[in-house]
């Protein structure tokens, strides 16, 4: 049970499939952090790809503990962070547009009710 030998403020984070091209692995993956996690504590970060066909590519995961990257707000923190790691791509505006779905998605993941058996 990977929730058990998570430390308190565990992440555990996946590729997540392309919601487009394989719909069924994609929320069968989310299903599982959720029911793993707790509704409120799964997350999935999307972005465009150029080179892949679908352009659509996602990571998800679940946290433990009082984290939940989706939910850091903390502008000042995440730049800092950035400019300490010497990061090219990543900033603020980076992470929030990665937990920002199109319509499609967040569809998609509403709907995505029904626990696991």
Not at 11 to 23: F, I, K, M, Y
Not at 30 to 54: H, L, M, Q, S
Not at 59 to 68: I, Y
Request: overall charge positive.
């Amino acid at each position: 049970n990977v929730y058990r030998i998570l430390k308190e403020k565990g992440v555990l984070v996946t590729q997540g499939e392309a919601p487009r091209c394989n719909e069924r692995a994609f929320l069968g993956l989310n299903r599982a952090f959720r029911d793993i996690f707790g509704e409120d504590k799964a997350f999935v970060c999307a972005w465009y790809t150029a080179t892949y066909p679908t352009g659509l590519w996602t990571f998800q995961g679940g946290v433990k503990g009082d984290v939940n990257p989706s939910k850091v707000q903390d502008e000042e923190m995440i730049n800092k962070f950035a400019d300490e790691q010497q990061l090219r791509y990543y900033d603020y505006g980076i992470h929030h547009a990665s937990f920002a779905h199109p319509r499609f998605l967040k569809k998609m993941l509403a709907e995505n009710i029904k626990p696991l058996k």
